[in-house]
């Protein structure tokens, strides 16, 4: 699926894409993590049309649902967009020293400057998971940073 995506200065980004059934949809991601879908009218393609609105906790409980897995996928294609940033999947160990304790606990950014950006936890993604969030074996962390902090992160959680 082709998806048309345009930069809007001071704003934010469109997407925009054609359905299977010829219905155009255009979500705009602002840059306060607000999120609008809109339509656009059958009789005038120019005329859009606002289905919902989301804040961004409402926009991470429906990527959620609609298969936030692609997060780790974007985040490859942006890695290899940009010049010494990385991206890597990382699972908490069993016998973890962070096992039980929560993402704040690591102090995974300050310690390494790279960021846990998403947590897999069996089918469930948590995107941009708070510092409250709690760390079980078996959790995989998706980190984004450089080759040298995302190998910080690695030996800070005691992964292999």
Known sequence: MDVIETLLPGVGRRYEFTTSDGHRLCVVSTRDDHYTVSTYDSDDPDVGRTLFRLDEDEAVTMAEILGAPRIAVKL??????????????????????YEGKTLGDTQARTRTGSSVVALVRDDQVIASPL??????????????????????????????
Do not use: F, N, Y
Request: proline content about 4%.
């Open 131 to 160: 510092p409250a969030q709690d760390l079980e074996s078996g959790d995989v962390l998706v980190v984004i940073g450089t080759s040298e902090g995302i190998a910080k992160i690695r030996t800070l959680l005691g992964a292999l």
């Open 76 to 97: 490859a294609d942006l890695s290899r967009e940009v010049p010494g940033l990385a991206s890597e999947q990382i699972e908490i160990a069993a016998g973890s020293r």
